[in-house]
């Protein structure tokens, strides 16, 4: 058997999430399994290398699959862009090692958050970035985020998952990254992983203090809490993209 890692790029808007559902549901490995299937003549099962929710896109999703079939990778990824929408691509396949787990081999992932910061709205951007009118002081938002690095426990910043227990909510920030342009900010962050709507939450929060909602030195205080109701309110999903998963 060969296993087949794909790089994997959606606008998330008419889905609901990567994860397969049950019923009808629109979701990205629902349609991309749809198509392996049609390609190969088999059920084949796709691992990705976690669940986006409905509304989030990416950019560098990734994804694995195994098949005993020899057709070479750029034909895999020629057939599969063939019939699947135009709302996901698939940009590279490539053969891997037999142990590679696009879920459990994943050593770090990249979210960019984009936050269009003027008083008009988007006509062009407002799928992919959240319109946020209060004025931000971006300064104090990076001096904010140093809070967040390192191995924490982001208890105050996740969800509850209705699909899991989750019983470890430590997580390694390596870094948040946040930059200015003419109309607006774009915060990525890096981490070993992230616990249900963690991105969100804390982008909320950042928020909230950059907009002089919440007062320097709270997003701290939050992570001592261990508790989501002294966090701010959830960032919407359409702001929030996979940029990047390291092996």
């Not at 895999?76 to 037999?98: F, H, K, S």
């Not at 994943?106 to 959240?130: F, G």
Request: proline share 2%; with cysteine; aromatic share 8%.
């Amino acid at each position: 058997m060969r296993n087949i890692k794909l790089t994997i790029e959606y606008d998330g808007t008419a889905f609901q999430g990567w994860q397969v559902q049950p019923g009808n549901r629109r979701t990205v490995q629902g349609v991309i399994e749809k198509a392996l299937h049609k390609i190969f003549k088999q059920k084949i099962r796709l691992i990705g290398s976690g669940r986006t929710d409905s509304g989030v896109h990416a950019r560098g999703q990734v994804a694995n699959f195994k098949i005993s079939s020899d057709m070479p990778c750029d034909e895999i990824v020629r057939a599969l862009n063939a019939n699947i929408p135009e709302d996901v691509a698939i940009l590279e396949a490539r053969e891997v090692a037999d142990d590679f787990h696009a879920q459990y081999s994943v050593k770090s992932k990249t979210y960019r958050y984009t936050i269009l910061n003027r008083p008009a709205r988007s006509a062009l951007d407002r799928y992919t970035s959240l319109h946020y009118f209060h004025k931000l002081n971006v300064s104090v938002m990076k001096e904010e985020a140093k809070a967040l690095i390192g191995k924490k426990d982001f208890k105050s910043f996740t969800a509850s998952d209705p699909s899991k227990k989750q019983d470890n909510t430590t997580r390694t920030v390596k870094s948040i990254v946040i930059k200015k342009s003419k109309d607006g900010v774009t915060v990525d962050i890096t981490a070993d992983g992230f616990l249900y709507k963690m991105v969100r939450n804390i982008i909320g929060t950042l928020l909230a203090v950059g907009s002089g909602q919440l007062l320097k030195g709270s997003v701290k205080l939050i992570l001592k809490k261990k508790d989501r109701s002294f966090a701010h309110d959830t960032a919407k999903a359409h702001g929030l993209c996979l940029m990047k998963v390291e092996y």
